[in-house]
């Protein structure tokens, strides 16, 4: 689960696509293997509604890239792939296209950045920005993936875009995102509280942004109290958000709080992510052995389908499988390696830097160790995660 930032259109929560292996097959009969929507709810009414609509009329550029849009939004919101595929198909007239009209040109980078194509994608902004250098869209998700990349520089050029085109508290949170990894946390996290504070009729899903993000602020710089308040405050608005809950449940987990994650989990595991942190509170938990067994018997069914169809979305979470439920610390070394190549944010570091100390490995470190030290990134775990490493060296 990475990094999501934006809950608009813009969430960053990478989802894997339909497996391709071995299906997973439940232990018992009364095992739930999938929760499907129900047929009245007003929001799968509305995509009834619109699919029939682009059904007729399918080369309906306007209601086919608004119907994309909502499969887009249902899709981070149940963190269901299934609708990643859906908008797409909803593009198809343009979606193989060279150069597709603008708004499918930007739709199609967000389902880029979502499976991690961050190059396509950033090709995708490119080309949308110089047709329309006026799309505050295209600048926020550029900001986002450059920050993802570690293209901190880039990123902030990018935000400082967004200020012109956007609020005081949409433009404040992009540069914080910046802020936070270059070691400007602290001053980072002042500004966007108080800026929260000015702006108390932001939408809920701004807020939500908001909020985790001033929850992880917090957790990075040890405060945990002021970070348990953020949470809760977040989950008050959102409590099936999947980006939010794998935050909060490794925050509970690093204050040796697994009871709490197993009740904040409960009927949450088809998310992979937050099956993973599920089943690390198991191991936390004396008598639920068997529990165990089988959530770490489902997770390798799951990153099992995505090595085979070539998913590299979860390799974070496959590195800390590894590592952290089968105490392989080789392989998740390998996977975190594979990881850091595409993405360089803090958890990214943090599952680095674990699997090169649990493989008594330093030198293999540093690289992490490096970039650390070269943007002054300031959290009190990877900071911890140092002291270890160099004095294992």
Same mark, same amino acid.
């Given at each position: 689960?990475?990094?999501?930032?934006?809950?608009?259109?813009?969430?960053?929560?990478?989802?894997?696509?339909?497996?391709?292996?071995?299906?997973?097959?439940?232990?018992?009969?009364?095992?739930?293997?999938?929760?499907?929507?129900?047929?009245?709810?007003?929001?799968?009414?509305?995509?009834?509604?619109?699919?029939?609509?682009?059904?007729?009329?399918?080369?309906?550029?306007? #209601?086919?890239?608004?119907?994309? !849009?909502?499969?887009?939004?249902?899709?981070?919101?149940?963190?269901?792939?299934?609708?990643?595929?859906?908008?797409?198909?909803? /593009?198809?007239?343009?979606?193989?296209?060279?150069?597709?009209?603008?708004?499918?040109?930007?739709?199609?980078?967000?389902?880029?950045?979502?499976?991690?194509?961050?190059?396509?994608?950033?090709?995708? $902004?490119?080309?949308?920005?110089?047709?329309?250098?006026?799309?505050?869209?295209?600048?926020?998700?550029?900001?986002?993936?450059?920050?993802? %990349?570690?293209?901190?520089?880039?990123?902030?050029?990018?935000?400082?875009?967004?200020?012109?085109?956007?609020?005081?508290?949409?433009?404040?949170?992009?540069?914080?995102?910046?802020?936070?990894?270059?070691?400007?946390?602290?001053?980072?996290?002042?500004?966007?509280?108080?800026?929260?504070? %000015?702006?108390?009729?932001?939408?809920? &899903?701004?807020? *939500?942004?908001?909020?985790?993000?001033?929850?992880?602020?917090?957790?990075?710089?040890?405060?945990?109290?002021? =970070?348990?308040?953020?949470?809760?405050?977040?989950?008050? $608005?959102? &409590?099936?958000?999947?980006?939010?809950?794998?935050?909060?449940?490794?925050?509970?987990?690093? !204050?040796?709080?697994?009871?709490?994650?197993?009740?904040?989990?409960?009927? !949450?595991?088809?998310?992979?992510?937050?099956?993973?942190?599920?089943?690390?509170? #198991?191991?936390?938990?004396?008598?639920?052995?068997?529990?165990?067994?089988?959530?770490?018997?489902?997770?390798?069914?799951?990153?099992?389908?995505?090595?085979?169809?070539?998913?590299?979305?979860?390799?974070?979470?496959?590195?800390?499988?590894?590592?952290?439920?089968? +105490?392989?610390?080789?392989?998740?070394?390998? /996977?975190?390696? $594979? +990881?850091?190549?595409?993405?360089?944010?803090? &958890?990214?570091?943090?599952?680095?830097?674990?699997? =090169? $100390?649990?493989?008594?490995?330093?030198? @293999?470190?540093?690289?992490?160790?490096?970039?650390?030290?070269? +943007?002054?990134?300031?959290?009190?775990?990877?900071?911890? *995660?140092?002291?270890?490493?160099?004095?294992? @060296?």
């Amino acid at each position: 689960m990475n990094p999501p930032f934006f809950r608009l259109t813009l969430a960053l929560l990478a989802i894997c696509g339909p497996a391709a292996a071995s299906p997973f097959i439940p232990q018992r009969g009364d095992q739930v293997i999938e929760t499907l929507p129900k047929r009245s709810d007003p929001t799968q009414q509305e995509l009834k509604r619109l699919r029939a609509a682009l059904s007729a009329r399918p080369t309906d550029l306007a #209601l086919a890239t608004d119907l994309a !849009q909502r499969y887009i939004t249902v899709g981070r919101e149940l963190t269901d792939p299934r609708y990643l595929g859906y908008a797409e198909a909803a /593009l198809a007239p343009w979606y193989r296209l060279p150069a597709p009209p603008v708004p499918v040109r930007l739709l199609r980078a967000t389902l880029l950045q979502s499976t991690h194509h961050f190059p396509a994608a950033l090709l995708d $902004l490119d080309a949308v920005i110089a047709a329309a250098p006026d799309n505050g869209q295209a600048w926020l998700t550029r900001a986002t993936v450059l920050t993802v %990349r570690g293209d901190y520089a880039g990123a902030s050029r990018d935000c400082a875009r967004v200020s012109g085109l956007s609020n005081e508290l949409v433009a404040i949170t992009c540069l914080s995102q910046v802020a936070a990894a270059t070691g400007r946390g602290p001053q980072a996290e002042a500004l966007l509280d108080l800026t929260l504070q %000015r702006a108390d009729n932001a939408p809920p &899903p701004i807020q *939500l942004w908001v909020l985790t993000q001033l929850a992880e602020m917090a957790t990075r710089r040890g405060a945990s109290a002021v =970070a348990e308040a953020r949470y809760r405050r977040a989950l008050a $608005l959102a &409590p099936q958000d999947s980006y939010l809950l794998g935050a909060y449940t490794d925050f509970l987990l690093d !204050q040796h709080r697994p009871a709490d994650v197993l009740a904040l989990l409960k009927g !949450q595991q088809r998310v992979d992510a937050l099956l993973l942190r599920y089943a690390l509170a #198991l191991q936390l938990t004396p008598g639920r052995a068997a529990d165990l067994a089988e959530a770490r018997t489902e997770l390798g069914a799951r990153f099992s389908a995505a090595m085979q169809r070539g998913d590299t979305v979860h390799q974070r979470e496959q590195a800390r499988y590894e590592l952290a439920l089968l +105490n392989h610390p080789e392989s998740g070394l390998q /996977l975190a390696r $594979l +990881n850091w190549d595409v993405q360089k944010e803090i &958890p990214d570091m943090r599952i680095y830097l674990e699997a =090169a $100390l649990a493989g008594h490995d330093p030198a @293999a470190a540093k690289p992490v160790l490096d970039w650390i030290a070269a +943007n002054k990134t300031d959290d009190v775990v990877l900071a911890r *995660l140092t002291r270890q490493l160099k004095a294992g @060296a």
